[in-house]
Nanobody
Framework: QVQFVESGGGLVQPGGSLRLSCAAS????????IGWFRQAPGKEREGVSC????????YYADSVKGRFTISRDNVKKSVYLEMNSLKPEDTAVYYC??????????????????WGQGTQVTVSS
């Protein structure tokens, strides 16, 4: 069955960096766009970034543009989120999921069908 396993989260100081990984299985990753989402306590889940099936097209939420970079390795069946200059407001559980990445507006929770369990990112001094 379709599965995603996120890893790489943790506790980091403001200004620090983390690299999240999303390992996919149970389907052919090459054919699908993938998105990263996050959910902070008491807030709705929001789209952070997405990448097209080939990796040629990416989108970012305004709040992370210039600080986060999404990438993928279809051979390793993995998608990554490099996060730099982290801020306390980046604290959240981060999820990867399968869905559209044709436009930034397509990066919405309801359009993604399979999700991982998430990895916690905490930015605090």
């Amino acid at each position: 069955q379709v599965q995603f396993v996120e890893s790489g989260g943790g506790l980091v100081q403001p200004g620090g960096s983390l690299r999240l990984s999303c390992a996919a299985s149970g389907f052919t990753l090459d054919y699908y766009a993938i998105g990263w989402f996050r959910q902070a306590p008491g807030k709705e889940r929001e789209g952070v970034s997405c990448i097209s099936s080939s990796g040629g097209r990416t989108y970012y939420a305004d709040s992370v543009k210039g600080r986060f970079t999404i990438s993928r390795d279809n051979v390793k069946k993995s998608v990554y989120l490099e996060m730099n200059s982290l801020k306390p407001e980046d604290t959240a559980v981060y999820y990867c999921a399968r869905g559209p990445c044709s436009t930034r507006q397509a990066m919405t929770v309801g359009t993604y069908d399979y999700w991982g369990q998430g990895t916690q990112v905490t930015v605090s001094s």
